[in-house]
C-alpha cells in the first residue's frame, strides 16, 4: 500500500469537495456536469428549468428567441464521442448538447475529462429519432448519433444550425468556459 499516495489523493478529494461546495451554494443543486450544464443553459440561453432536477424528457423551457415555449432536454459531455443519451417515450422539443473536445470513445486509462465548453450542438429532438430508426439504430442511453447531424446541429463556435443563432453577449459568456484548465 503506497500511504502517501492514498494521503495525497484524499486531501486532492477534500479540496474538489469544497469546490463542488461552492459551486453547488451557487447553482442550487449538487454540483454534478448535468446539474451545473442546466445552470449554465438556464443563464445563458434563457431556459426556466422544472422544479424537479428529476423532471421526464426535459429539464426546461426557452423562455425568449426563436425557440420560445419550447421544451428542452440539456446534456454536457465532457467530451463529445458522437453519443447522446436520448429519452424515450416522452421526448422533448429540443436537446441542446454542451460538449468539452471530440473524441473517440475510447479507453479513458490514463486520460482527463476537463470541465470545458468546447462546443454546443441544437438537435430537433424528433427530427434525431426519426434518423435513429431509420438506420435501425436504438433510442436510449448511448445513441450513436452520425457525424453529419452533429456537424448540421452546431451553434458555437460555429453557427451551422440555423434556428439558433446566438447573440455576442452569449458567444461571450461561453468563451469563459471553452479551455479551462
Not at 106 to 112: R, V, W
Amino acid at each position: 500500500m503506497k500511504l502517501e499516495e492514498l494521503r495525497r489523493i484524499a486531501d486532492l478529494l477534500r479540496e474538489r469537495n469544497r469546490l463542488d461546495g461552492e459551486i453547488a451554494a451557487h447553482i442550487g443543486r449538487p454540483m454534478t456536469s448535468g446539474h451545473l450544464g442546466e445552470w449554465i443553459a438556464a443563464e445563458i440561453f434563457d431556459v426556466e428549468l422544472e422544479q424537479s432536477a428529476a423532471a421526464a424528457a426535459w429539464d426546461g423551457h426557452f423562455q425568449s428567441g426563436p425557440l420560445k415555449g419550447r421544451s428542452v432536454n440539456v446534456k454536457w459531455y465532457l467530451r463529445r464521442e458522437g453519443i447522446l443519451d436520448l429519452t424515450s417515450p416522452l421526448i422533448p422539443d429540443e436537446y441542446l448538447v454542451m460538449t468539452g473536445p471530440a473524441g473517440a470513445a475510447t479507453s479513458s486509462l490514463g486520460g482527463t475529462r476537463p470541465w470545458r465548453i468546447d462546443s454546443i450542438y441544437l438537435f430537433d429532438a424528433v427530427g434525431l429519432r426519426d434518423d435513429l430508426l431509420a438506420r435501425g439504430r436504438k433510442v436510449g442511453t448511448a445513441s450513436s448519433v452520425r457525424t453529419a447531424l452533429w456537424a448540421q446541429a452546431e451553434i458555437y463556435p460555429k453557427p451551422v444550425n440555423p434556428r439558433l443563432v446566438l447573440e455576442e453577449d452569449q458567444v461571450e459568456a461561453l468563451r469563459l468556459f471553452a479551455r479551462a484548465e
